[in-house]
Antibody, heavy 115, light 112 residues
Framework: EVQLVESGGGLVQPGRSMKLSCAAS????????MAWVCQAPKKGLEWVAT????????YYRDSVKGRFTISRDNAKSTLYLQMDSLRSEDTATYYC????????WGQGTLVTVSS | DIVMTQAPLSVSVTPGESASISCRSS???????????VYWYLQKPGKSPQLLIY???NLASGVPDRFSGSGSETDFTLKISRVEAEDVGIYYC?????????FGGGTKLELK
């Protein structure tokens, strides 16, 4: 069974940093591109970033370019999202997902950016 | 960016009846390989999104065959036959043709 378990969310002040993790199991992690998708409170889904299966390629939505970094550790089957210079508008639940079709999603972790 | 527009914003359905949700893309989602890269997801209350339909008309694993997807290059429909209580939630269409990958604003399905 595919499982994706996010961690690392919480309350953070504007301008500070936070790193999210996503532990994957139930599939061969290093065969799949992975992604982060966010959902602001009471809002819709918004793709954030994607990383290729081997980490050689990364893609970001414009609003996070230069502030967020997606990475992965295939030996640990873990996906990461380093979020720097956080803004109030980054407040959202962040889901990790297997990029192909966004067929599998984690339970999400809430990031609240507020002073 | 490809804009995905869903209609209606909400739909109220009597259990056992059918429901249809529309999604329109601002650009053709038909790839040169013949695949149309539109997907449908359901987010049940308090839960993560789950994939229902992939590549316009293919039923995801474990999804009841009451769900079906159809469409053209830019206009798509999700049909739910014989709506059940477990179908309540917000439905999203999404395009996975090109970066940035985008979603529609969602359609809320409620029971009458």
């Amino acid at each position: 069974e595919v499982q994706l378990v996010e961690s690392g969310g919480g309350l953070v002040q504007p301008g500070r940093s936070m790193k999210l993790s996503c532990a994957a199991s139930g599939f061969t992690f290093n065969n799949y591109d992975m992604a982060w998708v966010c959902q602001a409170p009471k809002k819709g889904l918004e793709w954030v970033a994607t990383i290729s299966y081997d980490g050689s390629s990364t893609y970001y939505r414009d609003s996070v370019k230069g502030r967020f970094t997606i990475s992965r550790d295939n030996a640990k089957s873990t996906l990461y999202l380093q979020m720097d210079s956080l803004r109030s508008e980054d407040t959202a639940t962040y889901y990790c997902a297997r990029h192909r079709g966004f067929a599998y999603w984690g339970q999400g972790t809430l990031v609240t950016v507020s002073s | 960016d490809i804009v995905m527009t869903q209609a209606p914003l909400s739909v109220s359905v009597t259990p056992g009846e059918s429901a249809s949700i529309s999604c329109r893309s601002s650009k053709s989602l038909l790839h040169s390989n013949g695949i149309t890269y539109v997907y449908w997801y359901l987010q049940k209350p308090g839960k993560s999104p789950q994939l229902l339909i992939y590549r316009m008309s293919n039923l995801a694993s474990g999804v009841p065959d009451r769900f079906s997807g159809s469409g053209s290059e830019t206009d798509f429909t999700l049909k739910i036959s014989r709506v059940e209580a477990e179908d309540v939630g917000i439905y999203y269409c999404g395009q996975l043709l090109e970066n940035p990958w985008t979603f529609g604003g969602g359609t809320k399905l409620e029971l009458k």
